[in-house]
């Protein structure tokens, strides 16, 4: 069973339009990130939260906004969609935030998102 | 800011041959690199950690650091069919939260039965 759960899978969009992302993860996690995967890029780092609150954040765009209503919970609302938004989501959890050789980083699937 | 290549962009090896991927990076700002792959559809599975130079294997899987050539490989004992995927490299930048890191483009891997 999957234990970092996203949904949708795929979702298609207009521009202009707005979106959540959703990710719940029942690994017991203290730490939740967004990486984004664009079609010919490599995986990019997006931000990360640790006990719900922001660490980093290395998305440009205020367009981009994480919501933490639970701290197994991080989603992603996407306002004034673009077509270069158009990418792969992928969010990842961690027992902590800060880097140990045991401190994996486990991905969810993904949501693929199209914006025509 | 940091700069991951990977190469070869794809490789196919037969069931049981040694596979040899390579990775490279733009300076020694970092202090771990990792291997992960991801079977088509699925999130990203991690397959080896390493932070010292030298050798780091876990089952089929070794990791072989060098960071004053600024390069980090992978090789897959006996690869299977079942090994298929896209295996990307990842470092972390000293002094960066635990798990931000930057991702190579990836080589797409075919093991041929």
């Known amino acids: 069973d999957p234990k970092i759960i996203q949904k949708p899978k795929y979702l298609v969009a207009v521009t202009g339009s707005e979106k959540i992302l959703i990710c719940e993860q029942y690994?017991?996690?203290?730490?939740m990130y967004w990486y984004r995967q664009s079609a010919k890029k490599p995986l990019e780092f997006m931000f990360s939260?640790?006990?719900?609150?922001?660490?980093d954040n290395q998305t440009a765009s205020s367009r981009f906004q994480p919501q933490s209503s639970k701290k197994n919970h991080l989603d992603l609302q996407i306002t004034a969609l673009k077509p270069d938004d158009s990418a792969t989501y992928f969010c990842?959890?961690?027992?902590?935030?800060?880097?140990?050789?045991?401190?994996?980083?486990?991905f969810g699937a993904g949501t693929r998102l199209s914006v025509l | 800011q940091q700069k991951v290549q990977q190469s070869p962009e794809s490789l196919t090896v037969s069931e049981g041959a040694m596979a040899s991927l390579n990775c490279t990076f733009s300076?020694?700002?970092?202090?771990?690199f990792r291997w992960y792959r991801q079977h088509s559809g699925k999130g990203l599975e991690m397959l080896v950690s390493?932070?010292?130079?030298g050798e780091k294997e876990e089952g089929r899987f070794t990791a072989h650091l060098n960071r004053a050539s600024l390069h980090v490989s992978l090789h897959i004992r006996e690869p299977q069919p079942s090994d298929s995927a896209v295996y990307l490299c990842?470092?972390?930048?000293?002094?960066?939260?635990?798990?931000?890191?930057?991702f190579g483009t990836g080589t797409l891997l075919s093991v041929k039965p």
């Open positions: 939260y640790s006990y719900q609150k922001l660490m």
């Open positions: 390493i932070f010292s130079d």
């Open positions: 690994l017991g996690h203290n730490a």
């Open positions: 300076d020694g700002t970092s202090d771990n």
């Open positions: 990842a470092v972390r930048n000293y002094g960066g939260s635990g798990n931000k890191l930057i």
């Open positions: 990842a959890s961690s027992q902590d935030i800060w880097g140990g050789s045991q401190n994996t980083l486990y």
